[in-house]
C-alpha cells in the first residue's frame, strides 16, 4: 500500500469531484424535498463508468477495485451528494455476483449494475433479528427444482428503484438438519413479494422498506453461490459495505468541514475572525486529524480487500466505519455549533448533515457491534453474549 496515490487515481477522483460538483447539495435536497430519485446523476455516473470502476472488464465494469468505488463514493459525498445506492448496487451486490455468480448470472447482472441501468437492494436485516444474523428467520426450502421463501426484512434500502433484491435467507443443510446463511436474487415483481415504505425523518431520496415474502417462488438459478458456503460469501459483500460507509462518512465530513472552515474563517465578531479563537478551531483540527486517520484506515481496509484477503479486511473495513462515523458526527456537530442560528437554516444546508450523518453510527452495523468485533477478534476477549 502506498500513501501517495497512483496516477490513475488521482485522475479518477479529480474526475469525480468535478462531476459531482456539477450536481452538488442544491440538487440532492431538492431531489429529497420534492420525491424525486436521483436518476440523472446516477445514469450519468453510470455512463462515465464511476459507479462499475469496480466491477470486472469482461462484464462492462472498470476493472479496479473497492479502492476506487470508495474514491468514487468519497468524493461524491464530499460534493454533498451522497448516493446510498453505491454501497448496495455495485459494492455489495456486484462483488458478490463477480466472485460467486454463475457465467449465467453475471452475463445477465452485470453489466447493467456496471452503467447503472440496473440496480439491485440487499436485504440481511429483519425485525427481530436486528444485529444478529444468527436469529435470521427467512428461510428457503426446495420444491423440486425451484426454492421457495418466506420471510420478513427491514430497513432494506431503494427497493422501489431496484430490479431484484439480493436476500440472505436460510436453508437447511440435508446432512445436519442445521439452518445456514444463503444468498438469493428476488426480482422485485415476483409475484408474494411485498414491500412497504417506512416513514423516516431524513432528508434524503433512497428510502427504506419493509419487505414481506410469503412463499416466494424462485428457479434454482436464484441461488448465488454455494447454499453451503454463503457465511463465506457475505464477507465478499459486508466488508465493501463498512468500506463504502466509511467513504460516504468521509465524504460528509469534508463536506462539512469546508462549510465550517469557510464560514469561521469570514465571519468576525469584535474585528477578529470567530477562527482564529481556540474554542472555535482546536474542534475543526481534531475532526480533520481524525478524519485522515479514519481514511487511511479505509484505504487499508480496500486495499487488504483487493488483495483477496477477505478476513484480513474484515478488521480495518469495521474500523474504519467506526472512526469514519465518529468524526463525522464530531465535524458535523462543530460546524453547526460554529455558525449558531445560521447553522440551522436552509440557506447554508449543513443542518440536514445532523441526521445523515448520525444514521453512520447506526447502519450498516452499530458502533456497538464493532467494538464488540474488535473486543472479541482483535484483543481477545470472552464474548458477552
Excluded at 140 to 168: E, H, M, T, Y
Excluded at 339 to 367: D, F, Q, W
Aim: charged letters at 20%.
Amino acid at each position: 500500500m502506498s500513501f501517495v496515490e497512483t496516477p490513475e487515481r488521482a485522475a479518477l477522483r479529480e474526475s469525480v469531484s468535478a462531476f459531482a460538483k456539477k450536481y452538488g447539495q442544491e440538487y440532492f435536497s431538492e431531489c429529497a424535498r420534492s420525491g424525486r430519485k436521483t436518476d440523472e446523476m446516477w445514469l450519468e455516473a453510470g455512463k462515465l463508468g464511476f459507479i462499475g470502476v469496480n466491477l470486472p472488464e469482461e462484464y462492462g465494469g472498470g476493472g479496479a477495485g473497492m479502492y476506487e468505488l470508495a474514491i468514487v463514493m468519497e468524493e461524491i459525498a464530499a460534493a454533498g451528494t451522497g448516493l446510498l445506492m453505491l454501497v448496495v448496487s455495485p459494492a455489495i451486490c456486484g462483488n458478490i455476483i463477480a466472485r460467486f455468480g454463475t457465467e449465467e448470472q453475471k452475463q445477465t447482472w452485470l453489466p447493467g449494475l456496471a452503467d447503472g441501468t440496473k440496480m439491485m437492494a440487499f436485504g440481511i436485516t429483519e425485525p427481530d433479528a436486528g444485529s444478529n444474523s444468527h436469529q435470521i428467520t427467512t428461510t428457503a426450502r426446495r420444491d423440486g427444482s425451484d426454492w421457495i421463501l418466506n420471510g420478513r426484512k427491514v430497513f432494506i434500502s431503494g427497493v422501489d428503484q431496484a430490479d431484484a433484491v439480493l436476500i440472505v435467507g436460510r436453508t437447511e443443510d440435508s446432512k445436519t438438519g442445521k439452518l445456514k446463511p444463503a444468498l438469493f436474487m428476488v426480482p422485485t415483481d415476483a409475484p408474494n413479494f411485498e414491500y412497504t415504505q417506512i416513514e423516516m425523518e431524513l432528508q434524503n431520496p433512497e428510502k427504506q422498506f419493509q419487505l414481506f415474502l410469503d412463499d416466494v417462488r424462485l428457479p434454482a438459478d436464484a441461488l448465488v453461490g454455494s447454499e453451503d458456503a454463503a457465511l463465506s460469501q457475505l464477507f465478499a459483500g459486508l466488508n465493501p459495505e463498512r468500506i463504502m460507509a466509511a467513504a460516504s462518512a468521509v465524504g460528509l465530513a469534508r463536506f462539512a468541514l469546508a462549510k465550517g472552515v469557510d464560514y469561521v474563517t469570514n465571519r468576525t465578531v469584535w474585528k477578529t475572525p470567530i477562527g482564529a479563537h481556540q474554542a472555535i478551531a482546536h474542534p475543526f483540527a481534531a475532526g480533520k486529524v481524525q478524519l485522515e486517520m479514519s481514511k487511511l484506515m479505509m484505504q487499508k481496509a480496500a486495499t487488504l480487500y483487493d488483495a483477496g484477503d477477505d478476513w484480513g479486511a474484515a478488521e480495518p473495513a469495521n474500523m474504519a466505519k467506526y472512526a469514519a462515523a465518529e468524526a463525522a458526527v464530531a465535524i458535523v456537530d462543530h460546524t453547526v455549533h460554529s455558525m449558531g442560528g445560521n447553522g440551522l437554516t436552509a440557506e447554508y444546508g449543513i443542518a440536514p448533515l445532523l441526521s445523515l450523518v448520525r444514521i453512520s453510527r447506526v447502519a450498516p452495523v452499530s458502533k456497538e457491534m464493532i467494538l464488540n468485533f474488535v473486543a472479541q477478534t482483535s484483543l481477545g476477549l470472552p464474548k458477552s453474549y
